[in-house]
Structure formats: structure tokens, C-alpha cells
């Protein structure tokens, strides 16, 4: 699964890499975790980040849901995630994501990335849910003599993350990993064109590494540089 990443570039590199309007008051993010308003680039509005609320719900739900992935292997097949799969497609940028493993006989955080540290796009879908309101079920309208007075502010913009198998580096970690799009391959996954068999391959490892971390970075309330720091010889 993926359940936190970083993205800790600039704001003039995030722009840069992206080719996309970022947020006046962005700051590097070293520690983004599900709950948070995180930047992405949907299908709808590709020149501009937006934040949504990582943990997606259905449209049409009748309570939050908050899911921060969905499986490549069903994603267009469970009705949960189908129609955002076809129609709402977004980017979700990081330089890195973190796995917690207990390969050395402990549980703890390692932090996988590129070895040059570069940014990458990870595969997202969003949706839009509004909480259905006293007298109205959720996608069935009015019944029973109720009334929708909702000015719509309680709306929630939210996204997951893809999962597909891991690569061999990341199997090392976890029996999941984030599905990485090559860089070349963005504009299509936007665009719509590519499906679910072209995610099903993990994005190759070989230029990719993984190490430990701190274990500070197990609370969302901690954000600082000092939780990519590579803590191999500590």
C-alpha cells in the first residue's frame, strides 16, 4: 500500500516539474499523511494544482468512506472507484514514500525514492462527495418530506492513490507499492490513455532505493527535514 510520502520540492520546482500553477503558501511536505489536503493535478484542470483530501469517498456515499488507495487489478471493476477511474484521473506528486517493514526484526519506517532524488507522479483518481443531509439519502434525492438546505461547504475533494505489485526493490518492504508513472506516460494517464493492463507492471527498481528513517516519521504531526535524513548508520 502506500499510506505516506514526501514531496519536498520548491515551489518553483514544483511548478517546473509539473509545468502547473502552484499554491501561493506551498511549502515542502516531508510527512504527507492521509486527512491532509495534499496538491494534486487533475484530468479537468492539468495546468494548475489543487488540494484534495487524501482518503477518497464515492460520490453518492451515504457516509465517508476515506480510502487512500485503490487496487490497479479492480480499480475498474468495483463501483466505488470505476467511473473516477474513467473520467477522474489525477496526478499525485512526491520525490519519495515510506514502508514500514520488520525485515531486520523490528518494525520500522524506510523511506524508498529515486537515487537521484527526482520527483516522480504517482497514479490518482478523485471524486467529490457531499454528506447527505436529514430527510435525503444519498444519489436517491428528496423523500419523506425533507429538504436539502446545504449550501454545499461541507463537500469534500478527495483522492486515492493506485496500488499495483511491487518491484523487486520495494518487495524487499511491503507486498505493494504505489503505481509510479513514467514521466513520458503522464499526459496519458490524464488523457485516458492507458488502462488497467498497462499499470499492472511495477514501475522497474533499479534506479530506485530504499532506506531507514526515523521513527518520528510514524506521526503526522511531525514535518520536518530530519524525517528523509537516512538513518543507516544510526
Known amino acids: 500500500m502506500c499510506g505516506r510520502y514526501s514531496l519536498t520540492l520548491s515551489a518553483g520546482d514544483l511548478a517546473e516539474r509539473?509545468?502547473?500553477?502552484?499554491?501561493d503558501d506551498w511549502e515542502p511536505r516531508y510527512n504527507c499523511a492521509p486527512g491532509q489536503d495534499l496538491p494534486v493535478v487533475a484530468a479537468d484542470a492539468p495546468d494548475e494544482f489543487r488540494r484534495m483530501t487524501w482518503?477518497?469517498?464515492?460520490?453518492g456515499a451515504d457516509e465517508a468512506r476515506e480510502l487512500i488507495n485503490a487496487?490497479?487489478?479492480?480499480?475498474?471493476e468495483k463501483r466505488a472507484f470505476a467511473e473516477s477511474f474513467e473520467a477522474r484521473r489525477c496526478l499525485v506528486?512526491?520525490?519519495?514514500?515510506?514502508?514500514?517493514?520488520?525485515?531486520?526484526?523490528?518494525?520500522?519506517?524506510?523511506?524508498?525514492a529515486f537515487e537521484d532524488e527526482r520527483a516522480f507522479a504517482m497514479a490518482g483518481i478523485h471524486a467529490t462527495w457531499e454528506p447527505p443531509t436529514p430527510g435525503r439519502q444519498a444519489g436517491l434525492g428528496e423523500w419523506g418530506g425533507g429538504s436539502d438546505d446545504g449550501d454545499g461547504d461541507e463537500r469534500v475533494e478527495a483522492f486515492a492513490v493506485l496500488t499495483t505489485e511491487p518491484n523487486e526493490r520495494v518487495a524487499d518492504l511491503h507486498h505493494r507499492m504505489a503505481v509510479v508513472l513514467s514521466r513520458n506516460r503522464e499526459?496519458?494517464?490524464?488523457?485516458?490513455?492507458?488502462?488497467?493492463?498497462?499499470?499492472?507492471?511495477?514501475y522497474p527498481g533499479?534506479?530506485?532505493?530504499?532506506?531507514?528513517?526515523?521513527?518520528?516519521v510514524n506521526s503526522p504531526a511531525n514535518d520536518e527535514p530530519s524525517l528523509i535524513e537516512d538513518r543507516t548508520a544510526r
Open 18 to 23: 509539473f509545468d502547473a500553477a502552484v499554491p
Open 55 to 59: 482518503g477518497y469517498t464515492p460520490p
Open 71 to 76: 487496487r490497479t487489478e479492480t480499480v475498474d
Open 93 to 112: 506528486p512526491a520525490d519519495g514514500f515510506y514502508e514500514w517493514s520488520d525485515r531486520d526484526g523490528r518494525k520500522r519506517p524506510y523511506r524508498v
Open 187 to 202: 499526459h496519458d494517464w490524464l488523457a485516458g490513455d492507458i488502462g488497467k493492463s498497462d499499470l499492472l507492471a511495477p
Open 206 to 216: 533499479d534506479d530506485m532505493r530504499y532506506y531507514p528513517v526515523s521513527t518520528r
